[in-house]
């Protein structure tokens, strides 16, 4: 059974960080994509992040050079560095994986949220 759990959201004053993690487990995870995505309220929700099986990363344009994607493979774990965080940040995040082999498919984890006041 796939299971995606996301950590780390909460509340932080605009300027600050946080680190999101997602812990995977029933997939191969090194071989797998990784991504985060955010969703607001009221909003559809938006790709933020991801890493892929030879560690290459991509960024939406609204948080490069604010935030990194970054895996430990032998923690089967992705974690999303946030700094500089603005009230625009404020969403839902969740992890996304894109397994390549069996379990094939896309995986979602429940979200975790993050507030940014001003």
């Known amino acids: 059974q796939v299971q995606l759990v996301e950590s780390g959201g909460g509340l932080v004053q605009a300027g600050g960080s946080l680190r999101l993690s997602c812990a995977a487990s029933?997939?191969?995870?090194?071989?797998?994509?990784m991504s985060w995505y955010r969703q607001a309220p009221g909003k559809q929700r938006e790709f933020v992040a991801v890493?892929?099986?030879?560690?290459?990363?991509n960024y939406a344009d609204s948080v490069k050079g604010r935030f990194t994607i970054s895996r430990n493979i032998a923690k089967n774990t992705v974690y999303l560095q946030m700094n500089s965080l603005k009230p625009e940040d404020t969403a839902v995040y969740h992890c996304n994986a894109n397994v390549p082999v069996a379990p094939r498919g896309a995986y979602w984890g429940q979200g975790t949220q993050v507030t940014v006041s001003s």
């Open positions: 029933g997939i191969i995870f090194e071989i797998s994509t």
């Open positions: 890493i892929d099986g030879s560690a290459s990363t």
